[in-house]
C-alpha cells in the first residue's frame, strides 16, 4: 500500500499590495493597487482586500479600476522587495522540509509526507508555517491541505485572507462533486464558459464525461479534466532550481534609531540564519548585509572569506563589521537582512531555490 501524500500549498494574500500596506501606514484599510496610473494606461498588478471589494481585480485596465473606486490608491511596483520577501518566505519553507515547488513569487507547493520535525499531521504543519510567515514578515498566507497538488491548490483559495483549508482523502470525491466547475484550478474562465455550454456547472457533472469525450472537446487537456474530476493527481511537488543563498530579514515599525538598537537586531537575524543553515546543512563563503533607511534607500555590503563561514559568532562578527561601514548613526532603519551565499553543503550538494517568476 503506497504512502498518502501530504501536500501544502501556500498562497500570500495578496502579496504585493500587502506589502506596500505594512511598510506605509497610511495605506492600511484603504482600497490599493500596486499597477501604473490611470494615466498611464497601466494595470493591476494586485489589488488590496479593500480594493477587491470594489470589483477590482488583477490585469484589470487601470482606468477602469479608477472608476470603480476614484479613491483608489496607485502603488509603482517594487519588485525588488518582492523578490526578498519572497527569498524571506522560502527560507521559512526550507525550515520544514526541502521538497518545495514554486508557482510565483507568492505561492509554492510543500511536500512534508516526510518534514524536517517529524510531524504527522500536515494541518499543524501549515499552522506553524503560516504563523512563522506572520511572525517574521508581518504579512498573512493561505494555506490549502490535502493529498494532491490539485486539491491543495483549490482549498487555499477557499478561506481567504489568512486562511487554512483541508481536503482529507475520505472527502475528496464528494468534495469536487459539488465544487463549481470555474473553482477548479486549471480551468480558466474561457473554458468555463464552455464547460457551461456544454451544460458542466459542477465536478459532478463533470464526472458525468468519458474520457475521450472530453479529448474531442478540450484536446490533451482533456485527460487531466477527467482525472481532477476524480480527485486524481499524481503530480509529485518538484524542487528543479539551484539555490544560491540562504538568508533572514526583518521589517521594522518603528524605525530603528541607534547603533546600539541595530546591533541588537542584528544579532537576533543572525540566529535565525544560523538556525537556516544548521537545518540546511549547510555554510558558505560570503556574507550580505542588506539595510534600508526610513526613506526608502537601500544598501547593501558583502565580504567574502578563503574560510567557510559556518559558527554564529563569525556571522556576528562579519556582520558588524560590515555594519560599521554605513551610516546608521544619524539615519532611521526600516530594515535589516543578512544572506550567506557561495555555499558549501554538507556533501557539496547543490540546495533548491524558489523559482521567482512574476504573475
Known amino acids: 500500500m503506497s504512502t498518502v501524500r501530504k501536500i501544502i500549498h501556500v498562497d500570500m494574500d495578496a502579496f504585493f499590495a500587502s506589502v506596500e500596506q505594512r511598510d506605509e501606514p497610511r495605506y492600511r484599510g484603504k482600497p490599493l493597487v500596486v499597477g501604473g496610473s490611470p494615466s498611464q494606461r497601466g494595470a ?28 483608489l490608491i496607485f502603488v509603482k511596483p517594487r519588485f525588488e522587495v518582492y523578490r526578498a520577501i519572497s527569498e524571506q518566505i522560502r527560507e521559512i519553507f526550507y525550515c520544514y522540509t526541502d521538497l518545495v515547488e514554486p508557482l510565483s513569487l507568492d505561492e509554492a507547493y510543500l511536500d512534508v509526507t516526510e518534514n524536517k520535525l517529524g510531524i504527522a499531521s500536515a494541518i499543524m504543519l501549515a499552522q506553524k508555517i503560516k504563523q512563522c510567515i506572520r511572525d517574521e514578515t508581518q504579512l498573512t498566507a493561505s494555506a490549502g491541505v490535502s493529498f494532491n497538488k490539485f486539491l491543495a491548490k483549490v482549498a487555499s483559495g477557499l478561506d481567504k485572507p489568512n486562511g487554512l483549508f483541508l481536503i482529507p482523502p475520505h472527502q475528496a470525491e464528494a468534495f469536487i462533486e459539488q465544487l463549481p466547475i470555474a473553482k477548479f484550478y486549471g480551468v480558466g474562465q474561457v473554458t468555463a464558459a464552455k464547460m457551461h455550454s456544454l451544460g458542466i456547472h459542477t465536478g459532478a457533472d463533470l464526472k458525468q464525461w468519458a474520457e475521450s469525450d472530453l479529448i474531442a472537446k478540450f484536446g490533451k487537456v482533456g485527460r487531466f479534466y477527467y482525472r481532477i474530476a476524480r480527485a486524481e493527481d499524481e503530480r509529485p511537488v518538484q524542487p528543479n532550481r539551484i539555490r544560491k543563498s540562504i538568508g533572514a530579514e526583518n521589517s521594522y515599525e518603528p524605525d530603528l534609531s541607534g547603533t546600539a538598537q541595530i546591533l541588537s537586531e542584528l544579532e537576533v537575524i543572525a540566529a535565525t540564519l544560523k538556525r ?30 578563503s574560510c567557510l563561514i559556518g559558527e554564529l559568532d563569525d556571522i556576528v562578527s562579519l556582520a558588524r563589521e560590515l555594519l560599521a561601514t554605513l551610516d546608521v548613526e544619524q539615519k532611521q532603519v526600516r530594515l535589516l537582512g543578512l544572506a550567506l551565499s557561495n555555499l558549501v553543503g554538507e556533501t557539496e550538494a547543490e540546495f533548491i531555490q524558489l523559482s521567482l517568476s512574476f504573475r
Do not use: F, N, W
Open 276 to 305: 537556516r543553515m544548521d537545518s540546511q546543512q549547510a555554510t558558505g563563503r560570503t556574507l550580505t548585509l542588506k539595510l534600508k533607511y526610513a526613506d526608502y534607500q537601500q544598501v547593501s555590503r558583502s565580504r567574502t572569506l
Open 44 to 71: 493591476v498588478a494586485a489589488a488590496s482586500y479593500e480594493a477587491r471589494q470594489y470589483g477590482i481585480h488583477s490585469a484589470m485596465p487601470s482606468r477602469t479600476a479608477h472608476y470603480k473606486c476614484p479613491s
